[in-house]
T-cell receptor, first 114, second 113 residues
């Protein structure tokens, strides 16, 4: 069975500092990995995905994520945080075979202070 | 394009009442999904429709039914609501069920008393 762990309920960072939101996954096979962001009272929005190829994936709003197969991790990063990045972030995984049924992590709240 | 739309935005039900949550997408997507979001549990898949005319159970299907009315519309029905179904419900769609990202609606906040 697939699973995703986001070990931090909340991450606090000052504006202008780099941020990392952690994600580890477990699948029996090769994964497709996704990051989504949710702003208050809104649906989820796609940020980026890893399918295959380069382990460093670049996405929307200056975010990037690094796929590490040996550590089964897919951490979300941004070099310089903005207050407007404050939101709830979800990591999700699916197998690269068959129909895509995403399994989501529990979410990490990112709080960027001015 | 409106993307994915959901109605209603809010609903309060009494235990045992029934209701249908509506979802429509205008992106000509083949695949559609229903999720529920509960605090500390992330999103969990209730049902999905890989393509028009097909539906399948997800992780938490008990107490729900779905209908893929046509390519655009995918509804979720609660036949006899229970307090455990208090949640925020999201509909999503994707071009197909492979590697494409899912697009989410704004959600329906449901309270069952």
């Amino acid at each position: 069975a697939q699973s995703v762990a986001q070990p931090e309920d909340q991450v606090n960072v000052a504006e202008g500092n780099p941020l990392t939101v952690k994600c580890t996954y477990s699948v029996s096979g090769n994964p497709y990995l996704f990051w989504y962001v949710q702003y208050p009272n809104r649906g989820l929005q796609f940020l980026l995905k890893y399918i295959t190829g380069d382990n460093l994936v670049k996405g929307s709003y200056g975010f990037e994520a690094e796929f590490n197969k040996s550590q089964t991790s897919f951490h979300l990063k941004k070099p310089s945080a903005l207050v407007s990045d404050s939101a709830l972030y979800f990591c999700a995984v699916t197998l690269n075979t068959g129909f895509q049924k995403l399994v989501f992590g529990t979410g990490t709240r990112l709080l960027v202070s001015p | 394009n409106a993307g994915v739309t959901q109605t209603p935005k809010f609903q309060v039900l009494k235990t045992g009442q029934s209701m249908t949550l509506q979802c429509a997408q205008d992106m000509n997507h083949n695949s559609m999904y229903w999720y529920r979001q509960d605090p500390g549990m992330g999103l969990r898949l209730i049902y999905y429709s890989a393509s028009e005319g097909t539906t399948d159970k997800g992780e938490v299907p008990n107490g729900y039914n779905v209908s893929r009315l046509n390519k655009r519309e995918f509804s979720l029905r609660l036949e006899s609501a229970a307090p455990s179904q208090t949640s925020v419900y999201f509909c999503a769609s994707s071009e197909d069920g492979k590697i494409n990202e899912q697009f989410f609606g704004p959600g329906t906040r449901l309270t069952v008393l």
